[in-house]
DNA sequence: GGGCCTCGTATTACAATGCGATACGCTTGA
DNA sequence: TCAAGCGTATCGCATTGTAATACGAGGCCC
């Protein structure tokens, strides 16, 4: 959950510097507002000097912030900055923007724009009008591609190979007691999705939840993104949110495939 | 507008291969989606085999996405979890986000959530249901604290000299015909949010919009956020929109300031 | 209230590491 | 066909980051 990518071997274009400058902003997804010295050091498993010289860096630049009183840092605003960099000029995700936020005013449920990136999805738009678990609301959140609607989705775009591929590399610990995490039980899964044209989950990421998804197929075929719409069974049975959402989407997904966004 | 910090002096503490590899992400801040080597350089002011160097090591990391077939570069997915981690930690945004949420159900126009960041706010919540500018979606925008209704609203919350100090040394360049860039015309704006309670700002952001905004306090009695509604002139009066969600405002504000979120 | 532990900060000698000039092969367009 | 510009690879040098160490301040427990 900490560090998706692989730290690479000794390689003479390899900056190491700047691998444990990012790591110190890496520490920061434990989930904890502040950290001190020590701690930010043993979350990077450096000693305290290096801890000393990176944060003192990260916090000149604004990529941390420091308080007076405590001197315990936190990660810096500046890191929205990027965020809205990548956001601003990423072609799929600003072509989407206003069908996402039609989607939600048609249904009144909350949809989302979510990303491919190998093991997981990455959120990239939410739209909602409810008042909703603080997480959900959050973009740049991971979830495991291969119990997420979206991720499922998304996976039936992908040649069988591929798919066995990330299944493999990926740690399927269920989320829920109705998460399916059994490979045969996911691969099932997707089939279905491939068949429909959109993915459906009951309850497998959080209790109480439904959620159907649909690809969007970037210009090489492959499967960029996913929008997602997500329901409560307390007003839904999974049955009728299907009916009424799944087909809609799997349009609305295929409307926004097959152009030049995502790549080049 | 790309570097809000000053770049520091010589200093042993300070890691320099951190803060180019940063830069190299600074880089981006153009809007451009996909950036060549030389590009890379040139915006950085550096040559081309240190571009090279720290592209290498980003795209591993993958905080920089490489296109396969053109070989250029772009921001990676990774810059998003970033900003996850920002947000879920913070217990301001965490605990205004219902409170921002309920406001643009009331309301029906948008509602945005920006932190104080010395010459800039900064958006961190946005909410609206209706089909916006793209760039009024995103989270991360920076924009002048000087003539934004929420940076007056905080501006009006300092002590004046730190006002004449934050207002010497920004960029006084109109963003639209009717934004108030004279220094006295602004100090006149933000004396006025002090006695209201809340800003109002009429075409200076963008033609055509109006905004009213006020600031949260935090517990050191320093602002630390704004609240702002923004609407369309094409349905409303600025005089009937200030009437109307003003004191609402005011006193939303009021209700999130003076807890222990946002410091310490 | 005194002593101890842990924190953040500052310094320094050392060599590993990042540096940047250079060269190569490829694609593109004139 | 050639030249310009690109991404990529190599390498000797010294700059720059390293990590051990020491200091002083603050907080906690006995």
């Given at each position: ?46 000693d ?25 840092f ?36 909350r ?84 068949q ?19 690809a ?49």
């Open positions: 959950m900490t560090a998706p990518r692989k730290p690479p071997k000794a390689d003479p274009l390899y900056v190491a510097s700047l691998e444990k400058g990012l790591n110190v902003l890496g520490a920061f997804s434990s989930g904890q507002q502040f950290m001190n010295l020590r701690e930010i050091a043993e979350a990077c498993g450096t305290k000097s290096t801890a000393q010289r990176f944060t003192h860096t990260l916090s000149q630049l604004g990529y941390l912030e420091k308080c007076a009183k405590t001197k315990r936190s990660l810096g605003k500046r890191v929205l900055e990027l965020s809205f960099n990548y956001l601003r000029a990423n072609a799929l995700v600003e072509a989407a923007s206003p069908v996402l936020i039609e989607l939600q005013r048609a249904t009144g449920e949809v989302n724009l979510s990303l491919f990136d190998d093991l997981s999805i990455l959120y990239a738009i939410r739209q909602s009008s409810k008042r909703e678990y603080y997480f959900s609301t959050l973009i740049g959140r991971r979830m495991p591609i291969w119990s997420s609607s979206g991720g499922r989705a998304m996976l039936a775009a992908l040649p069988r190979a591929e798919v066995n591929d990330i299944l493999k590399r990926s740690d399927l610990k269920p989320l829920t007691p109705r998460t399916i995490h059994d490979p045969a039980g996911i691969r099932k899964k997707i089939a279905q999705a491939q429909k044209g959109y993915a459906l989950t009951v309850e497998e990421g959080v209790m109480g939840e439904v959620v159907v998804a649909a969007i197929i970037d210009a090489d075929g492959r499967p960029a993104a996913a929008i997602h719409i997500a329901g409560s069974l307390g007003e839904w049975t999974a049955e009728r949110f299907e009916r009424k959402f799944g087909p809609l989407l799997a349009e609305t997904a295929q409307r926004l495939s097959h152009h030049r966004f995502a790549n080049r």
